[in-house]
Nanobody
Framework: QVQLVESGGGLVQPGGSLTLSCAAS????????IGWFRQAPGKEREGVSC????????YYADSVKGRFTVSRDNARNTVYLQMNSLKPEDTAIYYC?????????????????????WGQGTQVTVSS
């Protein structure tokens, strides 16, 4: 049974940092790309980042480039999202997801309907 569990969310001040984790079970991350999405109240779920399995290549939304870094630890079957210089507009529920494909689609990685399996989400709140 495919399962994704996010953790690491919380309350942080503007300019602060958080690292989210996405732990996978029921399948191995060795052959599966993982996407990160977020959804703020009243807004559509948007793609934040995606990391491929084959070469570790990654994609980022323009709004987080230079501030967020995605990485993976295949031995732990876990993907991480390091978030620095956080802004109030980063406040959202963050989700990880997979379609059990090995690569992030260059033009499709940020489309939510391309992912079949989702975690339950973790809340990130950026506020002073």
């Amino acid at each position: 049974q495919v399962q994704l569990v996010e953790s690491g969310g919380g309350l942080v001040q503007p300019g602060g940092s958080l690292t989210l984790s996405c732990a996978a079970s029921g399948f191995t991350l060795d052959y599966n790309a993982i996407g990160w999405f977020r959804q703020a109240p009243g807004k559509e779920r948007e793609g934040v980042s995606c990391i491929s399995t084959s070469d570790g290549s990654a994609y980022y939304a323009d709004s987080v480039k230079g501030r967020f870094t995605v990485s993976r630890d295949n031995a732990r079957n876990t993907v991480y999202l390091q978030m620095n210089s956080l802004k109030p507009e980063d406040t959202a529920i963050y989700y990880c997801a997979t379609d059990k494909a090995p690569r992030c689609g260059a033009s499709t990685w940020n489309i939510r309907y391309g992912y079949a399996y989702w975690g339950q989400g973790t809340q990130v709140t950026v506020s002073s």
